[in-house]
């Protein structure tokens, strides 16, 4: 599993049926005090998220019916966020299981949803929510062979960075609610469609703000913002990354670096699941502004839902790009 700064390889097949194994058994022993311990109440919706947005979405369409989680607290690799044993009774008792999809959780979901034990949630199943579904990937790879990186065969999994995009998650989000709750249809329609107001309005001024965005070109660390880059006029010239997943090497900062001040490149993303000092650096050297910007809820004060978030992307880049 990767990890922040660090280069992408493949996990050994016998280490992941050791973790299999230690988490089945930390959880067989946590789910027997659980049902001893489960106190007697209305029951909600019981939700687990891969990821921080993903938890905002469903709370948001949910309210007071649902119970929500997110295995991600929002400073994790969204590609590698570490299993924990607590995360298996978490899963064993869930209704619906919300994921990015896309392969984003490829290297962690595959052997919690196994290791559960739930067959409400497993790929396939009415419980098993990708959120993916009505997304048209952009970047899908013409070739999946490791010396590309840590690629995602099915295309980039960040497309909830576009927040007209994320409506689209709220929606597979509603319709899976409504299917496993069908009697309490009416106020998921009443969240949802409040929800999508709001956002729809902040949309608008996001676009609205963003104008002095279109054509400023920029480089990240690791290729989140296509998605955001299309649709608010970017210019998405590149990664720190020598490939996903992989360290940049000295010749590749070089040559970034020199094409970056040949191309005017004006700003510098660096995510903060990534370490500072190489994004520092390369600010340092082509005159770019260097800006740290979340890609989920909660990765930094301020950010604690999506709206949140997206706010303080937009004002962010905004600033970054005037030069403040």
Not at 13 to 31: D, I
Not at 94 to 109: I, N, Q, S
Not at 292 to 316: C, F, N, R, W
């Amino acid at each position: 599993m990767r990890t922040a700064g660090s280069s992408a390889k493949p996990e050994g097949e016998n280490t992941m049926r050791l973790k299999l194994h230690y988490l089945s058994s930390v959880a067989a022993l946590a789910l027997s005090f659980c049902c001893l311990a489960a106190p007697a109440q209305a029951a909600r919706i019981r939700v687990v998220t891969t990821l921080t947005d993903l938890a905002d979405f469903t709370r948001e369409v949910g309210g007071d019916l649902v119970e929500v989680r997110s295995l991600a607290t929002g400073v994790e690799d969204t590609h590698g966020v570490p299993m924990k044993p607590s995360f298996v009774p978490l899963l064993n008792r869930a209704d619906l299981v919300v994921l990015v999809g896309l392969d984003c959780e490829h290297a962690f979901l595959p052997a919690l949803l196994e290791a559960s034990k739930n067959p409400r949630i497993q790929k396939g199943k009415p419980g098993y929510v990708d959120c993916s579904q009505g997304i048209v990937p952009r970047d899908v790879p013409k070739s999946t062979d490791h010396y590309q990186g840590d690629v995602h065969a099915q295309g980039n999994p960040h497309y909830t960075l576009d927040p007209v995009l994320a409506k689209t998650a709220v929606k597979n989000i509603y319709d899976a609610l409504v299917a496993v709750d069908p009697g309490h249809k009416d106020a998921y329609t009443r969240n949802r469609a409040a929800y999508l107001a709001r956002l729809d309005a902040k949309i608008a001024q996001w676009k609205n703000e963003a104008r002095v965005l279109k054509g400023v070109k920029f480089v990240s660390y690791h290729e989140h913002w296509p998605y955001f880059a299309a649709r608010f006029g970017m210019n998405y010239f590149g990664t720190i990354e020598l490939k996903p997943g992989i360290d940049p090497t000295p010749r590749h900062i070089e040559q970034l670096t020199r094409d970056m001040i040949d191309q005017h490149v004006a700003v510098v993303v660096r995510e903060p699941q990534f370490p500072e000092k190489v994004p520092k650096l390369i600010a340092r050297q082509t005159g770019a502004r260097l800006v740290t910007l979340p890609i989920m809820p909660g990765a930094l004060p301020h950010t604690e839902t999506y709206i949140k978030m997206m706010d303080y992307i937009v004002q962010s880049l905004v600033a970054a790009s005037q030069g403040k």
